[in-house]
């Protein structure tokens, strides 16, 4: 069965340049809807290469923002980098399955684990749900990374930090989930890179937690 998606051009508005290789791209959300946890597929306007990137921003927002990292020698990130309000993305979607129903955030403890950007699907939950029961593990290398923490209660979330001394925990995030408690009916949902999730929910299996409660979302 084949899918059709949206297509559609959208103005740049604001780039926020968070640190020296991270930034928020805002631009023109042109009415279209989505479901918190998809994502856009992205292309400078004209270029033959598109890349996926989380919708960050939440439902009652009149703008997309994506969350992005550059990637040293990527083909895509450096040019999105570069880019300034007035320029033109290409999208296609929204589009994904990492969704959380209302079903299941009012019926289950919600545990979001993250490493860098793949935070940017959970800052759009937080945005869009207020009813939600959370705890927001976020894993990174220094606070300066935090990104967008501000979006989430101070008491739900938990910043690990690799190579500073300045979060809640110093260590890797999976270091940090081998300490933890977790209420045997949480939902854990996963997103960054594949190593950490395989890593995550190896520990969260040894811990008792249920593998049909665990969802993911690998960036790379
Ligand atoms: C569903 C989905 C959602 C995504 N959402 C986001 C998002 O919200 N923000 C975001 O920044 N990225 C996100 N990504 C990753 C994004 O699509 C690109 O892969 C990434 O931006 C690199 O693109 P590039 O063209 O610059 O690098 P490429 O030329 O495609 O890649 C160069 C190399 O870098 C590796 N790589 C890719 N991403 C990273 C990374 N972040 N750190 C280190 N190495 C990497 C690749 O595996 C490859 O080996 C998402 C991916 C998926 C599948």
New binding site residues.
């Given amino acids: 069965m084949s899918e059709t998606y949206h297509h559609s051009f959208h103005k740049i508005l604001n780039v926020r340049h968070l640190t020296e290789n ?1 930034f928020i791209v805002q631009l023109e959300r042109n009415g279209l809807n989505f479901i918190p946890g998809q ?1 856009l597929v992205v292309g400078k306007k004209g270029d033959k ?1 598109f ?4 919708i ?1 921003s939440g439902l009652n927002e009149p703008y997309f923002e ?6 040293a ?6 040019k ?1 980098k570069k880019l300034v309000p007035g320029d033109e993305l290409e999208i296609n979607g929204p589009m ?1 399955y ?1 969704t959380l129903s209302e079903q299941r955030r009012q019926s289950h403890p919600i545990v979001m684990i993250a490493t ?3 935070i ?2 959970f800052h759009s939950w937080v945005s869009s749900f207020r009813d939600m029961n959370y705890q927001m593990i976020h894993g990174v290398r220094k606070s300066e990374e935090a990104y967008g923490n501000g979006a989430f209660r101070k008491d739900r979330f938990r910043l690990c930090t690799s190579q500073e001394i300045n979060g809640h925990f110093h260590g890797r995030v999976t270091e940090y989930l081998k300490k933890a408690y977790f209420s045997p009916d949480s939902l854990f949902y996963l ?1 960054g ?1 594949s190593e950490m999730i395989f890593d995550a929910m190896e520990i969260l299996k040894t811990k008792g937690m249920n593998t049909n409660n665990m969802f993911a ?4």
Avoid: D, M
């Fill in positions: 991270t994502h290469e890349r996926q990137y989380s960050y994506i969350l992005v990292r550059e990637v020698k990527g083909s895509v990130t450096p999105l994904g990492f860098g950007t793949g940017a699907p997103c890179n979302e690998v960036y790379f």
